[in-house]
């Protein structure tokens, strides 16, 4: 095991909150920064403010030990040797990732410097945020001497960060420095070295000690737009199977032969290539379009990125037609709906099209009964109260009655429903499935009238075959 190295990570949410755990896991020493005096207090107690797994176990294992909580900004940076910024960027009118949460941190950093620190964005940040981090820390009089600035981009799914973490496919520094890149090579020395992965109690993954994880050091700038272009990419791949779904849809075609097709080319690969409702979360919409936004400034038109946004808004206009031309009208119409969060094995319902697939039923008269084996308070606190929006915790109660069936989760116990009781509790056997998953032929032996994303409807036999609803 490497020499441990002492590290503050500001902000506890997504990113700063499994990164504090998972360098604590690693054996370094961390203290986790946030100015909610609340959430702090929640993390020292053992609480964890956000359903990802392993976390709850390895904030358990360390907490007090490898790693702390606290409000005190100053006194973490001047105990640390580097100190992780991963507070959010959100995304501004314009597009643009709103960096004042940064430059606000920044600021407060540079007031307790006073020996050589580096600095690191783990943040998504736009590229040349590097730079004027520096111009930031010496405007504020802090020596040049005194702090390097590198970039060391996040690459967690939400539902598996833990792992992403800890077995990553890779680990990018964007250094300018080699004093700061061996500093980051120290701290993730236990995952490239292989030594964590031989540790007794180390979480299994795809790396090992005989394969460990690999690094790669860049320039600053190349690592802020390894982030983005990544994730726009992986956001390109959505909305390329979508407009191919759209497409085998028209021509009695099925986009899951298709994709499986698709995905066994050695240069392709299976990944991202799921027909559904869209992409939502917090990474994939502000990313795209600060991507894009990085591009019109350098003067550049990158028009691929903007009908990659346009193909995903449009998915969710897809699925409601579905709806709508499935049960003709939706005013006075009971419709259970699985799932609330963006996706499953997460409680995050940012830029969910599940949320915005429910707000619209509601609005166009039809009662929802949601479920969600998580994300049902974070709903609650963004969708507008309403009597014709019910939430349930019992899956198969949420069914009882409804009119139809909407799958918008891709959660897991979605996937192994009973459904010859699923059957019996809707009112009408209809199923609209905007995560494909199960397979027409099943659900047609089941009874059930099925319209999922890219495939032939199989419809009940009573039921009948409706008529194609112009809009």
């Known amino acids: ?31 986790c920064v946030d100015n909610d005096k609340t959430k702090v207090e929640t993390l020292r107690s053992g609480g964890v403010p956000i359903y990802e797994e392993h976390l709850p176990e390895l904030l358990g294992k360390h907490l007090g030990r490898g790693v702390e909580f ?22 501004g009118d314009t597009g643009a990732a709103d960096l004042s949460y940064v430059e606000a941190v920044v600021s407060e950093i540079a007031r307790s410097v006073t020996d050589y620190k580096v600095i690191v964005e783990k943040s998504t940040v736009p590229v ?10 010496n405007r504020h009089g802090v020596d040049a001497a005194h702090f390097d600035v590198v970039s060391n981009p996040e690459f967690l799914r ?19 420095t080699e004093r700061a890149a061996q500093l980051l090579q120290r701290i993730y020395a236990p995952l490239t070295s292989g030594t964590y992965y031989d540790q007794s109690g180390a979480l299994p993954g795809v790396c090992s000690a005989a394969q460990p994880a690999r690094i790669l050091v860049t320039s600053a700038q190349s690592a802020e737009i390894i982030k983005h272009a990544s994730n726009a990419f992986l956001a390109l791949k959505i909305s390329f199977i979508n407009a191919v779904a759209n497409l085998a849809e028209t021509v009695d075609a099925d986009i899951e032969d298709i994709a499986a097709g698709i995905g066994l080319d050695s240069r392709i690969g299976p990944k991202f290539l799921r027909a559904g409702i869209g992409y939502g979360g917090s990474c994939f919409p502000k990313d795209v379009a600060a991507f894009h936004y990085v591009a019109q400034q350098q003067g550049l038109n990158f028009q691929l990125l903007e009908e ?5 808004d449009a998915q969710r206009d897809v699925f409601f037609n579905k709806v709508r031309s499935s049960l003709w009208t939706l005013r006075g119409k009971r419709i259970a709906a699985l799932g609330l969060a963006f996706k499953g094995d997460t409680d995050d319902i940012r830029e969910s099209p599940a949320i915005d ?28 109260p309403s009597d014709k929006l019910i939430y349930s915790s019992d899956l198969y109660e949420t069914a009882q009655n409804a009119d139809a069936l909407l799958i918008l989760t891709d959660w897991k116990e979605y996937s192994k429903l009973d459904l010859p009781r699923l059957n019996r509790a809707l009112r009408f056997p209809i199923i609209i499935d905007g995560r494909n ?4 032929e099943e659900m047609s032996d089941q009874g059930f009238t099925y319209v999922s994303i890219g495939r032939p409807a199989t419809y009940n036999a009573q039921q009948g075959k409706p008529k194609k609803l112009v809009l």
């Open 1 to 31: 095991m490497s020499t441990p190295v002492s590290i503050c990570v500001i902000g506890s949410g997504y990113v700063g909150l499994v990164a504090a755990v998972c360098f604590a896991e690693m054996g370094h020493q961390v203290i």
């Open 70 to 91: 606290t409000t005190d900004l100053a006194g973490a940076v001047e105990k640390c040797a580097a100190i992780f910024i991963a507070v959010g960027t959100p995304q």
């Open 128 to 137: 040349y945020t590097n730079e004027w981090v520096r111009r930031v820390l």
């Open 158 to 176: 939400e539902g598996t960060a833990i792992i992403d973490f800890l077995h990553p496919d890779r680990i990018v520094v964007g250094a300018g």
């Open 308 to 312: 990659v946004r346009r193909i995903n």
């Open 357 to 384: 697939t429910i707000k619209r039923l509601v609005e166009a008269g039809a009662t929802v009964v949601a479920h969600d084996p998580a994300a049902i308070d974070r709903a609650k606190a963004v969708l507008p």
């Open 437 to 440: 998953l199960y397979k027409p």
